[in-house]
């Protein structure tokens, strides 16, 4: 069974950064597309970044391109979303995603970790 843990969360102010980091186990992580996700309060998740397992390719939500950079280092089975130019909007709990490349169905998730943006 994947297990997914996150951290780097925390309080930041406007125009600040943070950097998340997911570690993971339990699976073969090179195998895995990986993605963050976040969720508002009362809102469904959404997918604000994804990777590929080879790291090759990478997609974003609009609203974040430019300021926020997945990336992921096989070598330590573990995925970072670096976040720039942070905005009160992008407060939210964040969530690591890991989804099988051979069967999308196979995915795990972590517990999250809360971005506060303010001043």
């Known amino acids: 069974q994947g297990r997914l843990v996150e951290s780097g969360g925390g309080l930041v102010q406007p125009g600040g950064s943070l950097r998340l980091s997911c570690a993971t186990s339990?699976?073969?992580?090179?195998?895995?597309?990986m993605s963050w996700y976040r969720q508002f309060p009362g809102k469904e998740r959404e997918l604000v970044a994804s990777?590929?397992?080879?790291?090759?390719?990478?997609n974003y939500l609009d609203s974040v391109k430019g300021r926020f950079t997945i990336s992921r280092d096989n070598a330590k089975n573990t995925v970072y979303l670096q976040m720039n130019s942070l905005r009160p909007e992008d407060a939210a709990t964040y969530y690591c995603?890991?989804?099988?490349?051979?069967?999308?169905?196979?995915?795990?998730w972590g517990q999250g970790t809360q971005v506060t943006v303010s001043s």
């Open positions: 990777i590929s397992s080879n790291g090759g390719s990478t």
């Open positions: 339990g699976f073969t992580f090179s195998n895995y597309q």
């Open positions: 995603n890991a989804r099988y490349k051979y069967n999308t169905n196979i995915a795990y």
